[in-house]
């Protein structure tokens, strides 16, 4: 081909070279794709939850996240059934080892995330009640529980007062709730004399005041775990929110509410 010829395609294989760099570069700034996690948690992490949702979606805006708040017995239930879930957190050990033991938790996935405190709520205004001996008392009539089959805080308040030795006497009193949640709720609006639940949860209310904390002693450890369930639609996706759970960002906003981190290591059930 003579020289003429060249120069003549020259600016055809010009535009060749630019347009394949054009589509390189409209590839590579490409929108990626929208990722739709479903996250079930203990109803105590609601406020906890919800700001780190905002925090998260803004580092990672193709990360669309669904929250499920509820009990952590009912949300087991929910997961055992079928209900897709991408992320459990739990406020007991408890569920998530139910799980775990059906081969329905992602392999090395589990993690303890958070701790917590048992304490005696009463409303704002009462002065009869500043310990737990005083639940005792003829003029207490009702003391709002959580479900200790269902309800984690229950089982811990179960716990405390078998361990003060007056278990028997307050269940004469009991008036028991389906989540954290409403045994305030019933304190609030005075119709019981006094509550037990987590003091995260307390610190919510301006309509309610700690009296007295359990002792450490009193109850089995509260730990928080979280775990990536087997069946979720992006696993990848479900495992670095679950990191981002454990990152210095989402711990602020944990103490922010009242939490206390765990130590940042895999572990179980058995290791506190």
Known sequence: ????????????????????GQANSFSSSATPPQTNLTISAATSLKESMTDIQKIYQQEKPN?????????AGALQQQI??????????SAASK????????????????????????VLIVPKTATNISNFQDLLKADVKKVALG???????GKYAEETLNFLGISQLIKQKAVFAKDVRQVV????TGNVDAGIVYETEAKQSDKVKIVATAPENSHSPIIYPVAVLKNSKDAAAAKEFVEFLRSEKAGNVFEKYGFI?????????TSY
Do not use: W
């Open 1 to 20: 081909m003579q020289i003429s010829n060249y120069v003549k395609l020259l600016p055809l294989l010009c535009l060749f070279v630019v347009g394949c």
């Open 261 to 269: 981190l765990t130590k940042k290591s895999p572990n179980s059930s």
């Open 95 to 118: 569920q998530v080892d139910a799980l775990q033991k059906q081969g329905l938790l992602l392999d090395d996935s589990r993690k303890n995330l958070l701790q917590n405190k048992v």
């Open 185 to 188: 709720t019933y304190v609030e």
């Open 147 to 153: 479900e200790p089959g269902s309800v984690p805080v």
């Open 80 to 89: 055992q059934q079928g209900v897709p879930v991408d992320v459990f957190i």
């Open 63 to 71: 990360v669309n996240i669904t929250y499920n708040f509820g009990s």
